[in-house]
């Protein structure tokens, strides 16, 4: 680990809570279904939404139209995607750390997001005050996600001038830390804060 120049974290799950994108209650109970119970039937679009190929208002209304449902005041694309937006809860104690981590390395952030949570979070939380570049699945210039091979990583490892060795890479999904792995990155496995706030501190 001494050759590190570059520490990368994920988002949902490492700087928060993972937010669900299926949060409405109003929509679990039109359809009688738990998140889990209508991602699975909209998984392949659901994808697509982090890819950046949908607008917040067309992935609403691909999910209603999917499920026969037509839009109400309670349940609409606008609500649905606020309810969305209010279902994380922020870890201010580890954006502490990516910006402590500034003064050495150089911070990133890499992220499988929509468009609609990149642009909230940004807008909300300051993000460029704690990473030095942003990478985000659902950019144009990206489209694809960390489990869809390397490319995401090769792209955030050029913007930060750096080699995918010099790197390491944060997240919550053993999956995602699989395919860091397989670009060339090192990685650490984020399972719960006590554990990252041990693991960090050789980097502090």
Known sequence: MNNIKAIIFDWGGVC???GE???????QKNLQKTPDEIQAEMKDVYCD????????????????DHFGLEETDTVNSKSLGGAY??????????????????TKYKVG???DLTPIMRDHIRQSHNVAEYFSVEVYSCDKDVCVRKTDGPEIFNIIVKKLGVLPQECLFIDN?????ESGKRAGLNTLWFQNRGQFFKDIKIFL
């Open 85 to 102: 937006l209010n279902s994380y809860t922020l870890w201010q104690d580890v954006l502490d750390i990516a910006k402590q981590l500034q």
């Open 109 to 111: 952030l890499l992220s």
């Open 21 to 27: 994108p299926y949060a409405s209650l109003e929509l």
């Open 173 to 177: 999904s053993k999956d995602k830390i």
């Open 16 to 18: 928060c809570a993972e």
């Open 49 to 64: 939404f982090y890819r950046g190929k949908y607008t917040n208002e067309e992935f609403w209304n691909k999910v209603l």
